[in-house]
DNA sequence: CCTGGTTGGG
């Protein structure tokens, strides 16, 4: 009926030029339309209009279920009565937002949070007297502001949220902030502030009625943010400053803001005690001060009655854990991990803890346990974080009531115990089952029973390394992303791995146990990040299986060629195929295929044929090991395009992400390599050098050494010894600054020693022995602090440390009192300079789960 | 608006 018709024709006009400036592939505005049914615009989609004078008054396009594109057109200006515009969540392609919007006058609520806006925020927008309500935050928004005084001018704001807006040059933010006296939430969280605060304006008071402050990840210190907000004591009620520079103590006055209920203060630089006036603070719900360096102990926070939240994870709170938290009724979380509590724990801590859904106090080694046998604790939590306490040597077994458990980590906690098997069916009818188990490094013993039919299909990840179960590997949940077996004993074949699906596996890590026979056909149809089954004896051809990252098998008895279907996993960063029996020639896939190879090591295998110059293409190879093997020809020239040996390592390229998930219990896993160092081969768990390395020793190599060889100027070590290698030394191998060991011994190198070994500052070994070297030896300080042996064998070679004189020099003196006797200096003194002087960066096969800190064994050290 | 994290939505 046409009465019914109450949009005003200019209006939807309007609209219809709006609609046609935006791409709607989502039929967002399907209702909106020139049809005689769609005549009425105040029916259309996120319009509303006013009652009596029938103006629009609310048009919101929020595309929340679908994104809109294109432009927003200039004829919005028509709907002048409009109160509330919300064009949130669409793609507008990193477009400004019109200044026109400004001119809306009557604007009470703006939201253009997340929409791909870029560029100035249109200081217009002060215009709009009216705004109570502002959105222009999120990170798919790159906005900037360099001066906010446009803001000041809006006094009837209510609500900003400047989130993640650049503000780098907005250095009186905070007088504008503070004359917005009708402020409620404020949300400024990574916008960049600038740390240094002018002072407070003289007319500033704290008569406003600020509720929320969210100020997350902008690098302020204490100096004056903490005087600024306490003002607001009777109002605020919400906290958050994580992830900036706060420093010193927690001011006392903190505790007059007696509204806070939630105080967030993660990952600044908070030092001291908590302060006890916080125990006033009777709404405090929520309190987290991890990532901190608090000190003492903290009986007075039991007093807030009203936690439901408490983290105290990463500080440095030493003592007992006051019994007093007991009496903590609401808590629901509970973190007081990686400190230095000393306590022992007994069921009066959770007397009333009724609501307890996750406990972590792992990392504290002072504490333990004294619970009765019988224990049937007041809660049911979900997660259960106990890892380096002195939990055993029983495993506990009050965990049995605990039938929603789902995470739980027990690992280093001196437990000397069988496989409590209850563990997996603790409640399987009632949907929940343990998803994340880590048992690790304690002294669990015994054959693990076949409890495959006890899995519900939620499993996860499950880490038993470093303890002493045997027998056959049992029959693994299905479903399971992450399995750490590896230092056990477990033996005999791994059919088992075959009986249940395992398509889900991400992570396998059977190393260093006594595994043999071949591995079953199901390795085929698995898709894996890391394969490592290092330190057995398995044997057989290694099969067509699928890894993304990482490739372990040394140490087996794994025979055939490398399989070619691994050529298609060019994100491959590690393969150890070392000493096992394999044959073949290097294929020249090696290096088309692997472009993001750190690390090779083929040493001690059966490999025959010439060194393809293909592998010159792996320019982030850090380690090329080829010893040990048959291989002949010459060495490429080409070697000065491994470029990861010519330039410091950019750290950020090995950030391998995410390994194995969210869990705080599943962390990583152990990432192996075996690296022949100085004549000793060394396993690196969890790290890798960051030693450059090139090793073709024991080979079958002819030629001479290629000038190249000296651009790689971060190679800390060269072994090219027992090959027919010949010719004369590179005359610039003084380049080689990094070289810590050298050695080109038993080849048939001929001519004089290059002055430039004498400029090997860095040298520890030295080997030349066993070659045709002639002349004398460079006479440098540095040189002779090696022994006779590193010259011996040449015949013609003469001078110091040799007891050779060479033809018109003196006598030289006795070489013994200047070293030992097999080329190394003493090893009490070199010991091992890479390590010694933190020359080995551990790499990073692993991920930093949330903002929880990096992952304990698979620590990338960034500093 | 709510939420919560080196931002993401209904």
Same mark, same amino acid.
């Given at each position: ?56 008054? !609310? ?342 009531? !605990? ?62 390394s470093f ?19 590896s230092n056990n004993k ?19 890590d059977l190393s260093n146990n006594l595994l043999s ?13 890391i394969l490592n089954l290092a330190h057995n004896n398995f044997s057989?051809?290694i ?7 990482s490739l372990h098998l040394q140490n087996n008895s794994f025979s055939?060629?490398i ?10 960063a590690f393969i150890d195929l070392s000493r096992n029996k394999l044959t073949?020639?290097i ?10 190879l750190v690390f090779l090591s083929l040493r001690s295998n059966e490999f025959?044929?010439?060194i ?9 190879l850090q380690v090329l090991d080829l010893s040990l093997n048959n291989i ?13 040996m ?23 896993g152990s990432e192996s390599a075996n690296v022949m160092w100085k004549r000793k081969e060394r396993e690196y768990i969890n790290t890798l050098p960051l030693v450059k390395l090139v090793d073709l020793s024991s080979n079958n190599l ?13 190679l800390v070590g060269l072994n090219l010894s027992r090959n ?14 990094s070289l810590d060991f050298l050695d080109l011994s038993r ?15 860095q040298l520890g070994v030295l080997d030349?022995s ?19 042996s590193a ?29 030992n006797a097999n080329g190394m200096k003493d090893p009490n003194e070199e010991e091992d300079k890479l390590i010694s002087d933190g020359f080995y960066i551990t790499m990073?096969i ?11 064994t ?6």
């Amino acid at each position: 009926m046409k009465d019914d018709i109450i949009c005003l024709e200019k209006e939807r006009e309007a609209l219809l030029k709006f609609k046609d400036g935006l791409i709607d592939e989502y039929g967002q505005l399907s209702s909106w339309g020139n049809q005689k049914d769609k005549e009425d615009c105040c029916k259309w989609r996120g319009i509303i209009c006013d009652n009596l004078t029938n103006h629009i008054i !609310q048009l919101d396009l929020n595309g929340a279920s679908g994104r809109l594109r294109g432009n927003i057109s200039a004829q919005l200006l028509e709907i002048q009565h409009l109160k509330h515009l919300n064009l949130s969540f669409n793609d507008f392609n990193y477009s400004k937002i019109p200044q026109f919007i400004g001119s809306l006058g009557r604007l009470q609520y703006l939201d253009l949070s997340d929409s791909y806006f870029s560029g100035e925020i249109p200081h217009h927008l002060g215009n709009l007297s009216e705004l109570q309500f502002l959105g222009l935050g999120t990170c798919s928004n790159a906005l900037t502001s360099t001066n906010l005084d446009w803001l000041s001018r809006i006094h009837s704001l209510r609500y900003l949220n400047l989130g993640h807006v650049n503000l780098t040059m907005a250095t009186n933010w905070l007088q504008t902030i503070s004359k917005l006296i009708q402020l409620k939430v404020l949300d400024l969280s990574e916008c960049d502030l600038p740390t240094v605060l002018p002072p407070l304006p003289s007319t500033f008071n704290a008569s406003n009625s600020l509720y929320q402050l969210d100020l997350f990840g902008n690098n302020l210190s204490s100096s004056c943010i903490f005087h600024w907000f306490v003002n607001f004591s009777s109002s605020l009620s919400y906290i958050n400053l994580d992830f900036n520079k706060l420093q010193g103590p927690i001011p006392d006055d903190i505790g007059n803001l007696l509204s806070l209920s939630h105080l967030s203060l993660i990952d600044n630089q908070l030092e001291g005690e908590i302060p006890i006036s916080l125990g006033n603070l009777s709404s405090l719900s929520y309190l987290d001060l991890s990532f901190n360096q608090l000190i003492g102990i903290v009986p007075h926070l039991a007093l807030s009655s009203s936690l439901r939240h408490l983290s105290l994870y990463r500080n440095m709170f030493n003592g007992i854990v006051t019994q007093s938290i007991g009496s903590l009724s609401k808590l629901e979380y509970l973190n007081l991990g990686s400190n230095h509590f000393e306590d022992i724990i007994t069921e009066s801590h959770f007397l009333n803890l009724s609501q307890l859904q996750l406990l972590d106090l792992s990392h504290n080694q002072g504490i333990s346990f004294d619970f009765s046998l019988g224990w049937n604790p007041p809660f049911q939590s979900s997660r259960v974080f106990l890892a380096g306490c002195k939990v055993g040597p029983h495993f506990p077994t009050w965990l049995r009531t !605990q039938t929603t458990l789902y995470s739980l980590d027990i690992s280093n906690a001196g437990i000397l115990d069988t496989f409590p098997s209850w563990l997996w069916e603790l409640s399987p009818n009632l949907g929940h089952n343990l998803g994340h188990l880590n048992l690790s490094h304690n002294n669990f013993h015994g054959v693990l029973q076949d409890f495959s039919s006890k899995f519900s299909t939620n499993f996860y990840s499950i880490d038993l390394s470093f303890n002493h179960f045997s027998g056959s590997l049992p029959i693994l949940p299905p479903d399971a992303s992450f399995l750490h077996f590896s230092n056990n004993k477990f033996s005999g074949p791994i059919t088992n791995l075959c009986n249940e699906t395992i398509y889900d596996l991400e992570y396998l890590d059977l190393s260093n146990n006594l595994l043999s026979g071949q591995l079953p056909n199901c390795f085929a149809n698995l898709q894996l990040d890391i394969l490592n089954l290092a330190h057995n004896n398995f044997s057989g051809n290694i099969p067509s299986v699928s890894i993304r990252m990482s490739l372990h098998l040394q140490n087996n008895s794994f025979s055939g060629e490398i399989p070619t279907s691994l050529s298609d996993f060019a994100t491959l960063a590690f393969i150890d195929l070392s000493r096992n029996k394999l044959t073949g020639k290097i294929s020249t896939w090696v290096g088309d295929s692997f472009i993001n190879l750190v690390f090779l090591s083929l040493r001690s295998n059966e490999f025959f044929g010439s060194i393809p110059s293909n592998l010159c293409y792996l320019t982030h190879l850090q380690v090329l090991d080829l010893s040990l093997n048959n291989i002949s020809g010459a060495i490429p020239k080409c070697l000065n395009n491994l470029i990861a040996m010519v330039q410091e390592v950019d750290y950020g390229m090995y950030h391998i992400p995410n390994l194995s998930g969210g869990s705080e219990s599943a962390r990583g896993g152990s990432e192996s390599a075996n690296v022949m160092w100085k004549r000793k081969e060394r396993e690196y768990i969890n790290t890798l050098p960051l030693v450059k390395l090139v090793d073709l020793s024991s080979n079958n190599l002819v030629g001479n050494i290629p000038a190249e060889i000296t651009s790689l100027v971060m190679l800390v070590g060269l072994n090219l010894s027992r090959n027919n290698l010949s010719g004369i030394l590179p005359a610039n191998i003084g380049r080689l600054r990094s070289l810590d060991f050298l050695d080109l011994s038993r080849n048939h190198f001929s001519g004089g020693i290059p002055i430039g070994v004498s400029q090997l500052d860095q040298l520890g070994v030295l080997d030349l022995s066993y070659n045709n070297l002639s002349g004398k030896i460079p006479q440098n300080i540095h040189l002779q602090t090696f022994d006779a042996s590193a010259f011996e064998g040449n015949p013609d070679l003469c001078g110091l440390p040799l007891n050779k004189t060479c033809p018109g020099d003196e006598i030289p003196q006795d070489p013994k009192i200047i070293g030992n006797a097999n080329g190394m200096k003493d090893p009490n003194e070199e010991e091992d300079k890479l390590i010694s002087d933190g020359f080995y960066i551990t790499m990073a096969i692993g991920f930093v789960f949330g903002f929880w800190g990096v992952c304990g064994t698979l620590v990338f050290n960034n500093s």
